[in-house]
């Protein structure tokens, strides 16, 4: 099976932050705890980004960098909240923001460093911005700032490559999670200031929407079947007794490249105004040494009866025959599936792939307490 390799690490502790209040929020401790009531927030069809509740903070946000610094289209692209796409296949809970060369990142509102993180060579930056919005700057070359620095919106934080950046909203617990206990990933996009966020979006429909995904095309890292700012990240709870949605294969282990199933697996069946996409995207989260992420993406079509489908990979690749069962009687749906090319399996045989739907935390800490990494 052909697969782009990718250097993206899963860093456990790289999604969790500290709540306004001093106490570590991240608690990611295997789910000891009881986990807190989701309060769901009602999603907003076709919108390219989603209203905060009431209950949501209300500190608002500016954009790090001067919107004409942030590259667009096919040599760059945003990466949108939701999306499964790159070393996140099970689905972005942070974003991406390709930046113009020599571009210095700013805070993205008033606030107090609270810690910078030293991982795998990149620094990551959390600033509390207060009434329970922390923001994480990710993948930074060098901090400009030091903890206990006060900052001002605007004022320098970090020399980048980009700009990618993860929110967690303490005061939410519906979405992916940063654990059990602790609060929400949100779109930062979502809390904009409301002119920036307009500004933001006119370039985004201008010079993204209208010439790319109104042909159906692909613009760097923006895709049109997720084409929103902000999308979602879980949707198999929509889609009951199908295979969409995200997926975390059980049985075929995580310390290496299986040569014919992947660890992540995300599924869609869109139709929008761009078109009809029914796309695959697949992740091995140690297919590159040290600790990188093979790739895979392609098309799918129903197969010829109920329980099939057939898969093209991109690249070139080969065509896959796939049979599938779900099942929905647990608390979380799994997935059986076996393929082969040229043909169908005769059946589902126990060389068959098992996943499972994923779970409203992130990626690292599902699979812990799936026993799937340590």
């Known amino acids: 099976m052909a697969r782009r390799l990718f250097s993206v690490a899963i860093i456990l502790a790289a999604a969790c932050g500290t709540h306004s209040g001093g106490v570590d929020a991240c608690a990611c401790n295997g789910g000891v705890n009881t986990p807190l009531a989701v309060v769901p927030v009602a999603w907003v069809d076709g919108a390219w980004v989603q209203p905060v509740p009431s209950w949501g903070s209300p500190v608002r946000l500016n954009l790090p960098v001067p919107i004409d610094s942030i590259v ?9 909240f939701g999306a499964h796409e790159g070393g996140h296949v099970e689905g972005l809970d ?22 910078i993180q030293l991982i795998d060579g990149e620094y990551y930056i959390d600033i509390d911005y207060g009434q329970g919005l922390v923001g994480k700057h990710q993948l930074v070359t060098r901090p400009l700032v030091a903890v206990g620095q006060h900052v001002k919106a605007g004022d320098p934080v970090a020399i980048a490559l980009t700009g990618e950046f993860n929110l967690v909203d303490y005061n939410r617990t519906d979405g ?12 930062p996009f979502d809390y904009l200031k409301p002119d920036v966020q307009a500004a933001l979006i006119a370039r985004h429909v201008n010079e993204v929407v209208n010439p790319y995904f109104s042909a159906g095309s692909v613009a760097g890292n923006s895709r049109p079947w997720e084409p929103n700012l902000t999308n979602k990240i879980l949707d198999h709870a929509e889609h009951r007794g199908t295979f969409l949605g995200e997926w975390l294969c059980t049985n075929k282990g995580w310390s290496g490249a299986d040569p014919l199933y992947f660890d992540v697996m995300a599924i869609h069946d869109v139709t929008n105004a761009y078109g009809h996409f029914r796309h695959i995207d697949l992740e091995d989260t140690n297919g590159a040494p040290p600790t990188g992420s093979a790739l895979s993406d392609g098309t799918w ?4 009866s109920a329980g099939t489908f057939i898969m093209s990979m991109s690249y070139g690749g080969p065509v896959y025959y796939a049979r599938y069962s779900v099942d929905e009687s647990g608390p979380r749906a799994k997935l059986t599936i076996e393929w082969k090319t040229g043909s169908y399996p005769a059946s589902i045989s126990s060389n068959a792939a098992v996943y499972i739907e994923r779970k409203n935390v992130y990626l690292g800490l599902d699979a812990q ?6």
């Open 72 to 80: 667009l289209g096919p040599a760059g692209g945003l990466g949108f």
């Open 94 to 115: 942070h974003v991406w923001i390709p930046l113009k060369p020599g571009t210095v990142v700013g805070s993205w509102a008033d606030g107090t460093v609270l810690d």
């Open 176 to 187: 992916v999670r940063t654990s059990d206990t602790g609060g929400s990933n949100v779109s």
């Open 301 to 304: 079509v129903p197969g010829d």
């Open 369 to 374: 307490q799936l026993g799937l990494i340590k």
